[in-house]
């Protein structure tokens, strides 16, 4: 009877920690448990497993270390980060719903703020606590008694990938499901296994980000990886492992790492950069959002040379006419001096107004579009100043004055009546009481009977403003 309420408790918790896309009742359940708190949710699961791992019988496993148990699971588990090339496979072929901020994540996590010290003590200290005592303190062994070692480490880290529930987890789960079963059953203790885990849950929170996204992350934490492994060796008993062989398989490591980062650095920016085509073209992700971590991306160098040409070369085979804006200012972002190329897109012309105005809706004001509008206007200003004309926030995000002074003044001066007129309009409803000193600063042959009219009609401080303007400018303005 404790062994089927031991086993029912664990299946309660798997089910409440399952997506909602697997378990459709899963979250009305947890609202009515724990309300709209995430991390209640958290501490309900872990407390479930606990209560879970003290109703299942106790089976008695010899611990034979005890800190080198630990430090050997954290030096393996280092080198995990060359598994997430699987993760990123499978994000590039079919990503599951939810998945876009791993290809493009959010900003580094603020280390000294509230929600991280309580993802810290939930992810980090609690739920590791709790899962290592049920998985490998309790079942592990109690399946070993049953049906042999191997066979408890792969059904126990089998049971605690499912755990996870997120089918985005259990990639990375079950290897370390089975090195930390692997590590119980082989003669370390409880303590060496939650030190492993609370490891791992660690470098998910502050260094998940980059994982997936830099590939000298995975390269340092290997190298971490082959030290600790090393230091475990070289503290083994002396029949088990002498020094030399420790030396050798360390040195071992450290060249295969070294020799296969070239070829894991292709891999990881290919897959990289084709999941993230498929953010970009796709709808999982909001297009402020989108842009905006592209833009985070491109700031952090990690957009330059042949990762963001991936990225778009794989965009554009993907793209529908329904996701061409979000191309646009991912090309925008990724390469604005391309914009000055006119034929950079096949079936797009971009100089064209249509898709000037579909650039300057991007809706975030990011340096890199700015900078992709003014690429464009190398080759038609007039179109450009057109676009910015036409819709009161592009004037305001593209051509905030006085910052932008010079380059507005630039498209005024390409622009012919109409498009010029409706320019100054639109220049003074967002930016009332500075168009004059715009105007005053025009070439004295540049100066139109419109301009004239604007400045008198506008400004009631007209003359006074003329006395103060260079002599050439106040007689080009005063001209009949």
Avoid at 65 to 82: Q, Y
Avoid at 381 to 392: G, I
């Amino acid at each position: 009877m404790r062994l089927s309420f031991a086993l029912l408790t664990a299946l309660t918790a798997v089910l409440l920690s399952a997506p909602v896309e697997l378990v459709p009742w899963g979250a009305a359940v947890r609202s009515a448990l724990v309300g709209g708190h995430p991390w209640a949710a958290h501490l309900l699961v872990s407390g479930l497993l606990a209560v879970a791992a003290w109703m299942l019988p106790q089976v008695a496993v010899t611990a034979t270390t005890r800190w080198r148990g630990g430090l050997l699971g954290v030096g393996l588990l280092l080198l995990e980060p060359w598994l997430h090339l699987g993760l990123l496979g499978w994000l590039a072929w079919r990503p599951p719903p939810g998945s876009a901020g791993l290809v493009l994540p959010d900003a580094p996590p603020q280390l000294f703020n509230g929600a991280m010290w309580r993802q810290v003590l939930i992810l980090a200290l609690a739920a590791p606590l709790a899962e290592e005592w049920f998985f490998r303190g309790r079942l592990a062994p109690w399946l070993a008694a049953r049906v042999g070692t191997w066979s408890a480490v792969s059904i126990s880290a089998l049971a605690f990938a499912v755990a996870h529930g997120d089918p985005r987890q259990v990639v990375i789960a079950l290897p370390v499901g089975v090195l930390l079963g692997a590590l119980r059953l082989s003669g370390h203790g409880l303590g060496a296994c939650v030190l492993v885990h609370v490891v791992h849950n660690l470098l998910f929170i502050v260094a998940g980000a980059a994982l997936l996204s830099v590939p000298w992350v995975a390269v340092l934490l290997a190298l971490t990886g082959v030290i600790a492994c090393w230091l475990a060796l070289l503290t083994a008993a002396p029949r088990v492992w002498s020094c030399r062989r420790a030396h050798l398989a360390a040195a071992a490591m450290v060249a295969l790492i070294a020799a296969f980062f070239p070829l894991f650095r292709v891999v990881q920016d290919q897959l990289w950069a084709t999941a993230a085509a498929r953010v970009v073209v796709g709808t999982q992700m909001a297009d402020a959002t989108m842009v905006l971590r592209l833009e985070r991306q491109r700031r952090a160098g990690r957009l330059a040379g042949a990762r963001g040409a991936r990225l778009l070369k794989q965009a554009r085979a993907w793209s529908v006419t329904a996701n061409m804006p979000r191309l646009l200012w991912a090309q925008a972002v990724c390469a604005p001096q391309s914009f000055a190329d006119a034929g950079q897109f096949a079936d797009v012309e971009l100089l064209g107004l249509d898709a000037l105005t579909e650039l300057a809706a991007c809706p975030v004001a990011v340096p890199a579009v700015g900078e992709a509008l003014r690429a464009c206007a190398r080759h038609n200003r007039a179109a450009v100043a057109l676009c910015l004309a036409s819709e009161p926030v592009f004037a305001a995000r593209w051509l905030p004055l006085p910052r932008e002074s010079a380059w507005a003044r630039e498209l005024l001066i390409a622009s012919a009546p109409q498009p010029r007129r409706r320019l100054l309009a639109t220049l003074e409803h967002v930016a009332p009481g500075r168009v004059a000193d715009l105007l005053l600063g025009l070439p004295p042959d540049a100066v139109t009977a419109m301009d004239r009219r604007h400045l008198f009609l506008h400004y009631d401080d007209a003359q006074e403003r003329l006395e103060r303007a260079p002599l050439a400018v106040a007689a080009a303005f005063r001209a009949r």
